[in-house]
């Protein structure tokens, strides 16, 4: 049971490039979302998808676009890269929204843009 | 919008001490509230959650409490351990329609030798 794995660890990135995060769970949980952790400003987040089939914006989902490809899999996209966008991803997933279980999240990826 | 504000930011106390993390948050129309634990490079562990009829959980040495009409939760921990270092992050999940969790900055905690 690997709970929720995420791919790449790192990343670098020039400003202009594109590319996806990879997040996946084996829970068999119902929701998924995505974070980002800066400096000062706490975990934010991105997008979410309350079950398979939809998806959500958060609170700063400007220059993202998410695929929750089946139940397992939620991937975030960044079309051109810029460095506002160098920060720390996680991806969660719990049961539901709302309920009595937590959030369970990934190791993160680091995503540097120069 | 929910706001949520810890303090300390940083903590260092010797092994042994039993110490009070605060957090607060704006908006008291919550679904619940939890805690995390977050070690350096690593992602979050969730610690205790407690739900907005509930004024208390506990798990092991640790204990939190939550005052909904105040804004405000504790998490206490008891007879510190160097293991406990990490930064600690509350959470709280708005009851609106778009319910998200709403974090804050986290505390550093230090324990010492």
């Known amino acids: 049971n690997a709970g929720v794995t995420q791919t790449p660890k790192f990343q670098v990135l020039k400003t202009g490039q594109s590319m996806t995060l990879q997040c996946a769970q084996d829970?068999?949980?119902?929701?998924m979302y995505w974070y980002r952790q800066d400096p000062g400003m706490g975990l934010r987040l991105i997008y979410y998808s309350a079950s398979e089939g939809t998806t959500d914006k958060g609170e700063v989902p400007n220059g993202y676009n998410v695929s929750r490809l089946n139940k397992r899999e939620f991937s975030l996209r960044l079309e051109s890269a810029a460095p506002s966008q160098t920060s720390v991803y996680f991806c969660a997933s719990s049961y539901e929204i709302v309920g009595t279980d937590t959030q369970y999240f990934g190791p993160g990826t680091r995503l540097t843009v120069l | 919008k929910q706001e949520v504000t810890q303090i300390p930011a940083a903590l260092s106390v010797p092994e042994g001490e039993n110490l009070v993390l605060n957090c607060s948050f704006t908006?008291?129309?919550?679904?619940?509230l939890q805690w995390f634990r977050q070690d350096p490079g690593k992602g979050l562990t969730s610690l205790l959650l407690?739900?907005?009829?509930?004024r208390e959980q506990t798990s092991g040495r640790l204990n939190a409490s939550l005052d909904k009409s105040s804004g405000r939760s504790t998490l206490y921990i008891a007879a510190s351990q160097p293991g406990d270092s990490a930064t600690y992050l509350c959470?709280?999940?708005?009851?609106?329609?778009?319910?998200?969790?709403?974090f804050g900055t986290g505390t550093r905690l230090q324990v010492t030798l």
């Open positions: 829970m068999n949980h119902n929701s």
């Open positions: 959470a709280v999940l708005d009851s609106g329609t778009a319910s998200k969790l709403t």
């Open positions: 407690i739900q907005s009829s509930q």
């Open positions: 908006d008291s129309a919550i679904y619940n």
